[in-house]
C-alpha cells in the first residue's frame, strides 16, 4: 500500500481542494492517507500567498522534505496551491528535488501527474486554468462529517488593489446551479445537516441552470434550503459590493440560513477603502446592515479588517475603530498590511512604522475580543440549539458542536448525538467558546 501527506495552508477554498486531492488519489490511485511524513510516498504541499513570507515558507516546508527524500529517494514531492501557481518552474529552479508542480484548478490531473512522474522521474508542471474541469471530479466518496463545505464559485474580479487572489485562482466563475444542488443532496443522504458555500464571493454567484437561465445567489440559497436533511446553511466569503436586497430578503424568509453572517470591511475609513478599490463606502456598508437587522433582528456581523494599509493615518485608523463600535461587530479576523508582489498597492509607498501597525493590530483585537465577549455573554443561561460535531480535544469525555452564531460549545452527552442537533443551556461563557449542558 501506499501512502500520501498532504499539508495544507491557508483559506477554507485550499482545505475544500486538500480534501479533493485526498479523495481522488485514494480513489484513483489507491493511497492511503497518513499523519506520519516520513511514512509517505507522495507528499503534497497546498500552498497559501494570501500574506506575508509564503515563498519562505513554502521553500522552508520544502528543505524539511528534501531530509526525508534522501532517506527515500522514490518519494515524490508535489507542490500545489496560489505559490505554485504564483511561481510556476520558479520553484523547481531553487528546490530540483520537487517532483510536481500543480495550480489551484489543475489538482484533478494529480493522479495522472504522479502516475507520470512514477515512469519518467522527471518534473510535471501544470499551473493552466482549465475552467471548473475540476468539479467533474465530484466528492462523491468524500468522507463526510455532519457539516461538509463545497464550493459554488471560483475565482474573483475585484482586484482589490492589495489581494492576490484574483491572480492566482482566475476570473470569477460560478458552477452550474444542478451540480451544486446535486452535490448537496447527495451529501444529506450521507448525513450531512449543516452546508457551507464556499467562494471568494459567493453572493457574486450567478450559476448557469438546465433550461439556459442564470441562478443568482438568493435563489440558490433557497434551492438549498428546500433540501431534506439540510436544516443549516452558512456561506463565506461575502463582499459588502453585490450584496444586494434580494440576499438580504432571504433572511427575512429563510430560517436555515444562519443569522451569523461574515461580511469583510477591511476599513473603517472611505478614502482609504477607496485606496483599497473596494468599491464600496462605510455608509453602504452600514445600510446593508441596518437592512438585515430589519430582516432577522438577532443577526451577528463578523469581518475581516487590515491594518496599517499603506498611507492609513492615526485619523484613519480612529474612524475604523468608531465603525467597529457602530456596527458592533462580533468575532473577526484582524490583519498587518502585506505587500504582496505584482499588485497596485504594492506600488504607494508605505512610510508607516512596522511598530505602529503591530500597536493598531492589537487595540483593533482587543477591542473585537471586548465586543465578542459580550456578544457571549449576551448568550449566558440561553438555550441554544447545537449541531454536535464530535468529542472535544480538550476534554475526551465533552463532546463539542457549534450554534448558529458559529460558537464552539462542550457539554457532556452520549456519543450517539454526533452528527444531531441538540438543545443545551448555556451555562459557561468565554469570548470565543461555551459551555453548555443537555436541556
Ligand atoms: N473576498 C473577500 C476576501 C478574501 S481574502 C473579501 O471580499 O473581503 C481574505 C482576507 O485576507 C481579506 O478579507 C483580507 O482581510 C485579508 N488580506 C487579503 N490580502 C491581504 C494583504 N495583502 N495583506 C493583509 N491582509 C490581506
Ligand atoms: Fe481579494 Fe478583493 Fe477579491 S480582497 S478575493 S480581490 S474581493
Redesign the pocket.
Known amino acids: 500500500m501506499k501512502y500520501i501527506y498532504i499539508k495544507t495552508w491557508g483559506c477554507q477554498m485550499n482545505e475544500y481542494d486538500s480534501s479533493m486531492i485526498a479523495t481522488l488519489l485514494q480513489e484513483k490511485n489507491q493511497y492511503l492517507m497518513t499523519t506520519d511524513p516520513e511514512k509517505a510516498d507522495v507528499l503534497i504541499l497546498n500552498t497559501c500567498s ?1 500574506r506575508e513570507k509564503a515563498q519562505e515558507k513554502v521553500f522552508h516546508q520544502l528543505g524539511r522534505w528534501k531530509k526525508i527524500k534522501n532517506k527515500n529517494p522514490k518519494a515524490i514531492i508535489a507542490v500545489g496551491g496560489c505559490v505554485a501557481t504564483q511561481e510556476g518552474k520558479e520553484i523547481y529552479k531553487r528546490a530540483n528535488y520537487v517532483d510536481i508542480i500543480f495550480g489551484t484548478q489543475t489538482l484533478h490531473r494529480l493522479p495522472k501527474m504522479i502516475s507520470e512522474v512514477e515512469k519518467f522521474r522527471k518534473l510535471s508542471i501544470d499551473i493552466t486554468f482549465p475552467k471548473l474541469e475540476k468539479f467533474k471530479h465530484s466528492l462523491k466518496n468524500r468522507k463526510t462529517k455532519c457539516t461538509a463545505a463545497i464550493s459554488i464559485m471560483e ?6 488593489s ?5 491572480y492566482t ?1 482566475g476570473n470569477e466563475i460560478s458552477r452550474p446551479c444542478d451540480d451544486v444542488i446535486f452535490e448537496i443532496s447527495t451529501l444529506a443522504e450521507q448525513g450531512v445537516r449543516e452546508i457551507n458555500l464556499l467562494g ?2 459567493v453572493n457574486a454567484y450567478q450559476g448557469p441552470t438546465f433550461n439556459g437561465k442564470i441562478c443568482y445567489f438568493s435563489e440558490l440559497i433557497r434551492l438549498v434550503a428546500e433540501i431534506d436533511g439540510i436544516d443549516r446553511i452558512r456561506f463565506t ?1 461575502s ?1 459588502p ?1 453585490e450584496f444586494t436586497d434580494d440576499i438580504i430578503e432571504v433572511y427575512q424568509d429563510t430560517p436555515k440560513l444562519v443569522s451569523f453572517l461574515h461580511l ?1 470591511i ?1 476599513s473603517g475609513s472611505n478614502r482609504i477603502l477607496q485606496l ?3 468599491s464600496y463606502t462605510i455608509e453602504d456598508y452600514q445600510s446593508i446592515v441596518e437592512k438585515l437587522i430589519i430582516a432577522r433582528p438577532n443577526i451577528q456581523i463578523s469581518s ?1 479588517f487590515i491594518v496599517g494599509f499603506p498611507g492609513e493615518t492615526e485619523e484613519d485608523f480612529q474612524k475604523t475603530m468608531i465603525f467597529i463600535k457602530k456596527i458592533n461587530f462580533d468575532m473577526s479576523f484582524s490583519f498587518i498590511y502585506s505587500s504582496r508582489p505584482g499588485t497596485p498597492a504594492s506600488e504607494i509607498q508605505d512610510n508607516l512604522d512596522i511598530k505602529e501597525k503591530k500597536k493598531r493590530l492589537h487595540i483593533l483585537q482587543e477591542r473585537i475580543n471586548i465586543q465578542a465577549m459580550l456578544w457571549s455573554r449576551k448568550m449566558f443561561g440561553s438555550i441554544q440549539s447545537v449541531l454536535v460535531e464530535g468529542i472535544s480535544n480538550k476534554n475526551a469525555i465533552e463532546l463539542y458542536g457549534r450554534t448558529e452564531n458559529n460558537r464552539i460549545v462542550t457539554f457532556q452527552g452520549p456519543l450517539n448525538m454526533i452528527g444531531q442537533f441538540v438543545d443545551l443551556k448555556i451555562e459557561k461563557v468565554h469570548t470565543h467558546s461555551l459551555k453548555g449542558r443537555i436541556i
Open positions: 494570501i475565482g474573483c474580479n475585484k482586484y482589490c492589495f489581494c492576490v487572489v484574483p485562482r471568494q464571493n466569503t463582499n459590493l469583510p477591511q483599497m478599490k473596494r475581516d
